[in-house]
């Protein structure tokens, strides 16, 4: 058998390699050639290469990309672009600390002084954040302290804090509280098309509520369809809002309508207790009275499975008290105070109270309702200004002013601070009951506690103390109020004609010279020739002429001095510019006036030339420019 060339050198290969000698593996040893001559400069060679590393860090990967990241050029924002809020994890630190301290303030009940507190500190080393902003708004809007509210949110707009959703809410239910629903409509406009948020349901809620308040249930309506386009899931507060614009429309397929549109929409059942007691309002409008109780039966009856809160409760109870089932409404209330379990379940609030103090004034039964007023502190509930003038008022309108005034002492006991409804309301009462002075002692009172009551109160003061023969008291009230009211010109012609017919002709003529010095107020040519015409009455016809004559010429005095007492001021101010030039500089004023003169006018005379030359020196004194040949 032969065997091919090729085969057999590759079989003499592979012999050598598997005989080949094989060296034993050597155990490995580490060989450290030592670079140091002793250990202590060893150690310090360690110790400079980590204060090389810790100034001098390796150039790994991640740094590489830091690096990287830090060379390219970052975009230039727009300017004009909103910011976004702060987060609340901001509120920490001093800045915590600060909104303590403006909480402090508000619970003590100085608002002015925590505004002003957060004014300074928004240019401080400790800015506030926007809810201690918001925090301060709040208690304004609060306290009907709208002016104050617009003023501040002003303010730290211009200051560059970025208001978040609840500074938009508090905006929009200041201009609805000041019955101006157009302004919040474009402030909302404004807040969707540019604001870098989403508006939250209390937005709408709030919207509505104005709106309907403020009898514009069309632009409530659209409103509502604005929340289902924007996603948002249907509300059931906001279908009560809408069906009570329509109970107050008198609106019952309005009602019904809406309550089974919200049906639908939640799946044929609504469970939210908020629309029954509308809903009963509407069935009772019909004169459905069975299917009014049934409803009611739904809502809180032992198989019900409709939630109730506080708000749903005293929609039912007000539904029952105004449609002639308050016997119905008292049970119920009797049974939502035991169900009342502070803070695990609220089922009663301040307007539950207020809600069967009106029952029970409404069927006459004032001690009852004071008892019930009296038992709020119990379940927790602080009264405020509002539900003391609610209480007062019906007292004052069935002539029960010692009971309304007894109610007015126990304010100040709880801390609650008259507003100028609670003054205007006692003191029309007052004046009801013949009591002028105690009605004027109220008005008094009320502009001491540096309220601002408007012009129709202090006309029905002035009527009233003049109808009395109380000329003093009215003119000493006009002397104190001209600076506070706007007075428009009856206001003028009312005390001007009680002083004429009294002959006190002087003091009627004091009133115009205040006028005509008062640049703020115009004298108008039907309140001249009404004082003309007094003036007439008492032989006096030419009087008003001189006092207008007198005072254009004390005017044209006062200008005229004026003008030199600027022309004066300019001199002294040329003649202390002058001081400052050096001697040199006069000197060659002096000398290039005098070669230009010459060679300009060819024949001045040398002594012309000193004394222009003493007009240069004096620093042009006479506010001249040396004339031209």
């Keep these: 058998m032969s065997i091919s060339k090729a085969a057999f050198l590759n079989h003499l290969q592979t012999l050598s390699r598997s005989y080949r000698h094989r060296v034993p593996p050597q155990p490995f040893l580490a060989v450290r050639y030592m670079s140091f001559a002793t250990q202590e400069e060893a150690a310090a060679e360690r110790r400079r290469r980590k204060r090389r590393l810790r100034m001098e860090p390796p150039v790994n990967s991640f740094n590489r990309s830091q690096q ?10 727009n300017p004009n672009i909103p910011k976004l809020p702060e987060s609340v994890s901001a509120l920490v630190g001093k800045r915590l600390d600060l909104h303590n301290h403006i909480l402090k303030l508000i619970r003590e009940n100085d608002l002015e002084e925590a505004a002003l507190y957060t004014r300074h500190s928004v240019y401080s080393n400790c800015r506030p954040t926007i809810f201690t902003v918001n925090t301060v708004l709040a208690a304004q809007l609060r306290q009907a302290k709208y002016g104050a509210l617009l003023q501040l949110h002003g303010f730290i707009n211009q200051a560059g804090i ?14 609805l509280d000041v019955r101006k629903p157009e302004i919040a409509l474009e402030h909302y406009k404004l807040f969707i098309d540019n604001a870098p948020l989403n508006p939250s349901i209390a937005t709408f809620r709030i919207l509505v509520k104005g709106l309907v308040s403020n009898d514009n249930l069309e632009k409530a309506m659209e409103i509502k369809e604005d929340m289902a386009v924007k996603g948002f899931v249907v509300d059931p507060v906001v279908y009560s809002y809408l069906m009570m ?11 019904l309508k809406l309550y089974q549109e919200l049906k639908e929409k939640l799946g044929g059942f609504v469970d939210d207790g908020v629309v029954y007691g509308q809903l009963m309002k509407g069935y009772f409008m019909k004169e459905m009275e069975k299917e009014a109780m049934e409803c009611y039966e739904e809502a809180v009856g032992e198989n019900s499975k ?20 308050f016997d119905e ?12 379990n502070p803070p695990r379940h609220l089922a009663v609030n301040l307007g539950t109270f207020n809600v069967m103090v009106n029952g029970y004034c409404a069927g006459g039964k004032f001690e009852e309702a004071m008892e019930v007023f009296r038992q709020m502190g119990d379940f927790k509930c602080s009264p405020d200004t509002l539900s003391f003038n609610n209480l007062m008022n019906q007292l004052c309108d069935n002539e029960l002013l010692a009971e309304a005034e007894k109610l007015y002492g126990e304010m100040e006991e709880k801390n609650v601070k008259p507003d100028e409804y609670t003054y205007g309301l006692l003191m029309d009462t007052c004046f009801k009951e013949g009591k002028i002075d105690e009605g004027a002692a109220y008005y008094k009172t009320m502009v001491e506690s540096n309220l601002r009551p408007n012009l129709a109160v202090y006309n029905r003061l002035q009527d009233q103390l003049i109808k009395a023969g109380k000329l003093d008291d009215a003119k000493s009230f006009f002397d104190l109020m001209v600076s506070k009211l706007k007075m428009d010109d009856e206001a003028y012609k009312f005390i001007m004609r009680a002083l004429s017919q009294a002959g006190r002709l002087d003091e009627m003529l004091k ?12 004298v108008s040519e039907e309140l001249q020739e009404f004082v003309k015409e007094e003036l007439r009455k008492g032989g006096r016809e030419g009087d008003l002429e001189k006092l207008m004559e007198e005072k254009e010429r004390l005017k ?34 002096k000398e290039t006036a005098k070669l ?34």
Excluded at 162 to 175: C, E, G, V
Excluded at 329 to 340: I, M, P, R, T
Excluded at 511 to 519: F, R
């Design 306 to 325: 409709v939630r109730m809160s506080a708000m749903a409760y005293n929609y039912v109870l007000e539904a029952l008290s105004e449609n002639g089932k």
């Design 596 to 629: 230009l003169w010459e060679n300009e006018a060819g024949g001045v005379e040398e002594a012309d030339v000193v004394e222009m030359a003493k007009g240069v020196e004096a620093g042009g004194s006479n506010g001249q420019d040396p004339p031209s040949c």
């Design 511 to 522: 009133i115009v010279d205040e006028m005509l010095d008062d640049d703020t107020v115009r």
């Design 556 to 589: 044209a005095e006062a200008k005229a001095k004026e003008l030199a007492d600027a022309e004066e001021k300019k001199k002294a101010q040329s003649i202390n510019i002058a001081a400052l030039i050096p001697p040199k500089a006069v000197e060659e004023k």
């Design 162 to 175: 970025a208001p978040n959703i609840i500074t938009y809410n508090l905006i929009f239910q200041a201009y």
């Design 245 to 255: 614009g329509c109970v107050k429309n008198s609106d019952a397929d309005g009602v």
């Design 68 to 77: 990287q990241q830090s060379q390219i050029p970052r975009p230039i924002q």
């Design 329 to 340: 409404a008292l049970k119920l209330f009797d049974a939502v105070k035991k169900e009342h």
